[in-house]
């Protein structure tokens, strides 16, 4: 139980246009979603927490113009890269929390995106 | 400020032999702590987790863990690496009440020789 999928699980696009990266709760519902960001070799840094039905909560320093997070049911969160510069090239994960679930603060996570913009 | 510290970058460890990946926490908080791992290119599995009763939590794959709360410390233990254990080991920190942010300490990446 608990799993989590992305979709795409890698992604190469030219500079200046979107990407949607799709995050899904397999087998339950959640209500919290959270999207991070891991650079090469390091640890993974919180970008966003995405609650349904309400707007995202971003971390100081994420531009919330340039990563846009829709959390339109309990099963799907998106984060949409706008304008992607070869900066944003990283490993974007996203994991859910089961709020059911027997240790609601357990996060799960999914598989990653890979984003490489040229 | 809240922070975790894996003060080890890179382990490499002979399979067969025991294994201790430590983590240090700075939490105003009381904490709920977690271990995950990481294969290269691939997401988080969880390995254990605490958060609260007996202070030694056992995880899968025949991972343990230790939550010390006199030492802010939450140090993983197998007691015999295989080669596949490895990958990167992350601990993170979560504060109840919170919306579950977790804090994540850098990483240890492990090696096992044949």
């Known amino acids: 139980g608990a799993v989590v999928s992305q979709h795409p699980s890698w992604v190469i696009c030219k500079s200046g246009t979107s990407v949607k990266i799709e995050c899904r709760s397999l087998?339950?519902?959640?209500?919290?979603m959270f999207w991070y960001r891991q650079f090469p070799k390091q640890s993974l840094m919180l970008m966003a927490t995405?609650?349904?039905?309400?707007?995202?909560?971003?971390e100081q320093g994420v531009e919330k113009d340039k990563f846009l997070i829709n959390h339109a049911s309990l099963t799907l969160s998106t984060l949409t890269v706008t304008s992607a510069h070869p900066e944003d090239s990283s490993f974007y994960i996203c994991?859910?929390?089961?709020?059911?679930?027997?240790?609601?603060?357990?996060?799960?996570f999914g598989p990653g995106t890979r984003l490489l913009v040229l | 400020a809240q922070s975790v510290t894996q003060p080890d970058i890179h382990i490499t460890v002979s399979e067969g032999a025991s294994l201790e990946l430590r983590c240090n926490y700075s939490y105003g908080a009381t904490p709920y702590l977690f271990w995950y791992v990481q294969s290269p290119g691939q997401g988080l599995q969880l390995l254990l987790k605490?958060?609260?009763?007996?202070?030694l939590v056992q995880g899968i794959k025949g991972f343990e863990a230790e939550f010390k709360r006199s030492q802010s410390s939450f140090n993983l233990r197998k007691p015999s690496v295989h080669w596949s254990d490895a990958a990167e080991y992350f601990c993170?920190?979560?504060?109840?009440?919170?919306?579950?942010?977790?804090?994540f300490g850098k990483g240890t990446k492990l090696s096992v020789k044949p």
């Open positions: 087998d339950f519902q959640a209500t919290t």
């Open positions: 995405s609650n349904e039905g309400s707007k995202a909560t971003y």
């Open positions: 605490y958060f609260s009763g007996d202070t």
């Open positions: 993170a920190v979560g504060a109840w009440g919170s919306q579950g942010n977790l804090i």
């Open positions: 994991s859910a929390r089961d709020p059911l679930g027997p240790r609601q603060e357990t996060q799960y």
